[in-house]
């Protein structure tokens, strides 16, 4: 089992990206899928969640407002639509899964499975 993100690259300011992770039938009630993202010498921050029980979205801070998730689920696809990227927002993004608690979906720990991660770059 692997997921797999595809979607990132090269974006001016103020301009929109869409990342999708397959998520490897990891899509049952009991799931969770996350986003998170690290930039060079930062640590991994938490972007956006999926509870695949409740269909609700989550948000960090810095993307409220900007970025969405839609979900393909017979294609078992979990999308991030990106708007108004901001240079900030360069960093290798990745897709997780496992089964959280509520609590604790905005940290990378509670996560068991990640993608290999795409590269998006927001030049100024």
């Known amino acids: 089992v692997q997921l797999v993100e595809s979607g990132g690259g090269l974006v001016q300011a103020g301009g929109s990206l869409r990342l999708s992770c397959l998520t490897s039938g990891r899509t049952s009630s009991s799931y969770t899928t996350a986003w998170f993202r690290q930039a060079p010498g930062k640590e991994r921050e938490f972007v956006a969640a999926?509870?695949?029980?409740?269909?609700?979205?989550y948000f960090g801070e810095a993307v409220k407002d900007r970025f969405t998730i839609s979900r393909d689920a017979a294609k078992e696809m979990l999308h991030l639509q990106m708007n108004n990227l901001k240079p900030e927002g360069t960093a290798v993004y990745y897709c997780a899964s496992g089964r959280p608690p509520l609590g604790s979906i905005r940290t990378a720990s509670a996560f068991n499975l990640w993608g290999q991660g795409t590269l998006v770059t927001v030049s100024s």
């Open positions: 999926f509870r695949w029980m409740s269909k609700y979205s």
